[in-house]
């Protein structure tokens, strides 16, 4: 096949910014992320989670981007009929608060404009700045198929969410009514719990005595938010508290209000927490609500939609909720029933887009009934239809959906998906799949419910409607059925319970078949210290500044080598400079492959078998272990193990090793070899960096005399077959060479002796190093080219003979004895040795006087102390090397 005829030759020095905005155009022009439902292969589907219209790409989002490129890539070199799914979330809150800010800075307000009128804003704002995003995931290589970009708000997904929400209606799955929600009061709707953030913040618990109604010493309760006492209906202990059995049933009196107050007995009371004895709001806390519900306890709304009390709170009534609870504090202090007052830390809920503490209130909402559905996913995960990677995240997930409260879906803002209901004069409800008719208003007096669905309800149906469904079954659309369930959900383990567990639910409820077959959880992203990245910390990394000073190659690398499965994953910016640097690497190591092939042609094969020296053997049989290590890594999709499995191949032995021989070499074998390496290395390396692979690629390919087979990298077949035989000789002989080079390189520079300075050895068996010696024996040649070794010979007897002063290189087994006289001067190596002894031992004695002092030890910062204990091991290990190349001129 013809590969791209653009790229003849290299140039002189890697460039990531000119290599990647050309590559990726030339990709997408040529169609190579486009896939139909009709493709070979076998089916492959993932989509992209849908990052915020209103969002820019952070670090997590790099992340993710590399992980489910690298997946996908890896998936059509398999021929999979791979295809991935784009996309982005409208966004209720966090869309139209932008727009809401835009409007205050004009000195207007979405009040003003009114609803249809705010709704064009939003969609003008959305069709001009949203979206960016998307874009910013083509820098980082993303090879989504652009034809299928969706939008949670466009009319194909809107169709879907309103037939979903009737379904579920029509089922009695969806009901409007009464409960505990999480209320901004800043935003003015209710919040799903993916919405509050838990930050820790200073508060106090508050102990209060309310009085027994026949005048008796009553009870204490504890509370952290002293301005809901103003709705207690009830007062609750535990039905086994000793403490209070004798007061269950009696009554006792709210101060301040006079309102005479149950004492009720319930098992979800904590006896550990506070005094044991909790006031009962239900209108303002979930447990509370529940209790009151057992007990037949009213609930009294106090704090209203707009954080301010109510006329139910009496005197305080108008007051802002933290205002009153001071007020509340003082008033109950000059009564004497405020016992005490700690000082606490807590975990409180704030708004997570305008961080306004959110109140808990009871509010007429409407919800899906979850019970069904999560029974239905459980049963599904504990018969293997769905499982995680790594597989222990899934206890956390099944036990969570066994615990599933229902779910509050509606949302009192304008931005969203309307829910399909409305309402007659008497309060019937009219839940509708088309509008009603302007006739069917007029006659029923029909008004529709003002509010949209949560988010979440739009993204739960993402597996279904990024392949077309609006409502119908699997063979609504030829997408669904051909890559309906998807092949895997990559997602970072956070979001399992808000969002995997929505679309599981609800895939199950609609085309009865989980969404997909394979969770995949990464961690979070953390700076190299462990730290979550923050603004506050100044420790937050712009991956597209990275792009920009490293490639997106150099990124994606950094990322996906950290990124076992479901482990937090550590970046600083030196490693994603090591990922250029390896980038650089392979790019060099590709310039001296193909300056070869200009004078030494090669077909892309590996050389025959008879001419292959043991270089050859061994690092065809290193190829092969390392190409049965990524397969391997990629079915269990741990990326990190991949990438590090090809790093140390292609670093330290085909670059270090190898190319080094090949420069030393002249040989056709040495060129095959080279050049059938590259292009397998290069294969296995481009899904986590396919921009330098593809360039790499097509200039080999136009060198070889071979037919290539594929037009381009990105196509072309994963060597998920051997390629080549394990060779454990060649492996185990090439670790003796290896060994016995490197020793001499450090003789050469221990005795300041030129590379160019040819040495004779003599090889000195000890005991049982027969084995040793005969690979040595069949390494020669390799000593010679890449150790500078002139004469060699073999010890009779064991001795080496009369040969003057000597340095000795010891390995295991053998000992290589290297004549000096004639290669230094051995009277100023002598000097040389005796100066640098008698300055390491000065060294030494400094580092273990400072140890000796006994307040340097105990006040010194722990790594200032084990530095010089560190300087006493290092100094004492070159004062040995020193005496023993001492002993070796005497």
Known sequence: MATDASTDTLAASYDPGDIEARRYGWWEAQGFFAAEPDDDGEPFAIAMPPPNVTGSLHIGHALTTAIEDALVRHARMQGKNAVWLPGSDHAGIATQNVVERQLALEGTSRHELGRQGFLERMWAWVQESGGAILAQERRLGASADWRREAFTLDEPRSAAVRTTFCRLYDDGLVYKGERIINWCPRCQTALSDIEVEHPEVDGELASLRYPASDGGDGVVVATTRVETMLGDTGVAVHPDDERYRHLIGSTVVLPLLARELPVVADAGVDPEFGTGAVKVTPAHDPLDHEIGQRHGLEPVEVIGDDAAITEHGGPYVGLDRFAARERVKGDLAKRGVLEQVEARTFAVGHCSRCDTVVEPKLSEQWFVATRPLADRAIASLDAGALRFVPDHHAKGYRDWLANLHDWCISRQLWWGHRIPAWYEPDG??????????????????????????????????????????????????????????????????????????????????????????????????????????????????????????????????????????????????????????????????????????????????????????????????????????????????????????????????????????????????????????????????????????????????????????????????????????????????????????????????????SPAVAVDVVAVPREHGSQQLAALQGAVEGLRRLAGVAGWRVAEGGEPGELGPTGRVSLSGVDLVVPLAGLIDLAEERDRLERELVQAEAEHERAQKMLANEGFVANAPADKVQAERDKVHQWRQRIDALTAQLQQLR
């Open 428 to 753: 019937t409800v009219h839940v509708r799949r088309e509008d009603p008719s302007e006739e069917e208003i007029e006659r029923l007096g029909l008004t529709r419910d003002p509010d949209v669905l949560d988010t979440w309800f739009s993204s739960q149906l993402w597996p279904l409607t990024t392949l077309g469904w609006t409502g119908g079954g699997r063979e609504e659309t030829p997408e669904l059925a051909a890559w309906y369930p998807h092949a895997i959900m990559e997602t970072g383990y956070d979001i399992n319970t808000f969002w995997v567990s929505r679309m599981h639910m609800i895939g199950l409820y609609l085309l009865d078949e989980v969404p997909f077959r394979v969770v995949f959880n990464h961690g979070m992203v953390r700076d190299e210290h462990g730290k979550k990245m923050s603004k506050s910390f100044g420790n937050v990394i712009d991956p597209l500044e990275f792009c920009e000073a490293y490639g997106a190659d150099a990124l994606r690398f950094a990322l996906l080598r950290s990124a076992s499965p479901g482990s937090d994953v550590p970046i600083a910016r030196e490693w994603v400079e090591g990922g250029r640097r390896f980038c650089n690497k392979l790019w060099h190591a590709a310039k001296f492959t193909l300056g070869l092939l200009g004078e030494m042609p090669a077909d892309g094969t590996p050389p025959p078998a008879a001419s292959r020296t043991l270089e050859d053997r061994w690092l065809l049989s290193r190829l092969e272990a390392t190409r049965a290590e990524a397969v391997a890594a990629y079915d269990e999709h741990d990326l990190a193990r991949a990438a590090r499995s090809l790093y140390h191949f292609t670093w330290d032995e085909l670059c270090d090793w190898y190319v080094e021989v090949a420069k030393l070499r002249d040989d056709a074998a040495a060129t095959h070899t080279l050049a059938y390496a590259l292009d397998q290395v290069l294969r296995l390396l481009h899904p986590q960096i396919p921009f330098v692979t593809e360039e790499l690629w097509q200039a080999l390919w136009a060198s070889l005399d071979g037919e290539a087979d594929a037009t381009a990298l990105i196509v072309a077949p994963w060597p998920h077959t051997p390629v080549a035989s394990r060779d454990d000789e060649a492996e185990a002989g090439f670790a003796v060479l290896q060994e016995a080079v490197t020793a001499l390189r450090r003789f050469r520079s221990d005795h300041r002796l």
